[in-house]
């Protein structure tokens, strides 16, 4: 980086640090006192579903939370069934997302497999295998975001 940049870069960062303290000083000691309290993160429960055969097929899946709890964050996981292996195409993920109600997670999700010798002009045997994961927490819905 040549010495023209490092100056440009550390004005802008005292720019940034001077516009904080400026906004601090106005709004006085209560949001000094309100920033500096430590957010304490949500307790979670993972839930892993089953693998569902086949489940990255391009049709949406579902997991739900335990009731009382809501969805926090979620995502899932692919592999090939045994003596397969994935294609090395790109994964289509449509949605990894909460319901409506937040309390699952939704993913549709494409991703072929292959099995080893399969004929080079049709070399998937089908779509790879599915796993949702999920956060689960009480009191914090996403409210399907």
């Not at 391009?58 to 294609?87: M, T």
């Not at 319901?99 to 993913?107: E, F, K, P, R, S």
Request: glycine fraction near 10%; charge should be negative.
């Amino acid at each position: 980086m040549d010495t023209s940049t490092r100056t440009s870069t550390r004005t802008g960062t005292r720019i940034a640090v001077t516009a904080v303290a400026g906004v601090a000083a106005l709004l006085g000691p209560a949001a000094t006192q309100a920033t500096a309290l430590p957010l304490e993160p949500p307790q979670t429960l993972h839930v892993a579903g089953q693998v569902i055969p086949g489940g990255a097929d391009g049709r949406p899946h579902e997991l739900f939370c335990p009731a009382p709890q809501s969805a926090f964050s979620g995502g899932f996981a692919i592999s090939a069934s045994e003596g397969s292996s994935l294609a090395p195409e790109p994964t289509d993920v449509l949605q990894s997302r909460p319901n409506d109600d937040a309390t699952g997670w939704i993913v549709t999700v494409r991703k072929q497999q292959i099995r080893p010798g399969a004929d080079p002009r049709h070399p998937h045997t089908g779509p790879a295998d599915l796993v949702i994961h999920l956060a689960c927490t009480e009191g914090m819905p996403t409210h399907g975001m």
